[in-house]
């Protein structure tokens, strides 16, 4: 499956990569148990680590940016951990590839301006 995985380190880029659907890769893609947030108005479904929080893992501006922006998470919330923006769930309620077009406006999100906004 296509997949997005942007860092919590914004000194490394975002990286398209192609990972197997399975529970097991994608815990191990974002470093625990998965949580699962929906990004408004876009074909995307976003995993990240459902303890991040508890564990210390890093701020992940970039991911949290683009979470506001959208209003998918609380004003008040921030994004930690590895993130991984999927497509959008089958009929059968499985994942699928995250499409070019959904890829392209992470990307572009991903830059300076938006990692220095989330940072506040």
Request: some cysteine.
């Amino acid at each position: 499956m296509r997949a997005l995985l942007i860092p919590s380190n914004t000194e490394t880029a975002p990286t398209v990569i192609d990972i197997d659907p399975g529970l097991k890769a994608i815990q191990d893609a974002v470093g625990g148990y998965i949580q699962m947030i929906g990004i408004r108005d876009h074909d995307i479904n976003a995993y990240l680590c459902e303890e991040g929080k508890l564990l210390g893992m890093p701020f992940n501006p970039r991911a949290t940016a683009i979470a506001l922006s959208t209003s998918s998470i609380f004003p008040t919330d921030v994004i930690v951990g590895d993130i991984l923006f999927v497509g959008p769930c089958d009929e059968e309620g499985y994942d699928t590839d995250l499409p070019q077009h959904e890829a392209s406006w992470l990307q572009q999100h991903c830059n300076a301006d938006h990692a220095t906004a989330a940072n506040g």
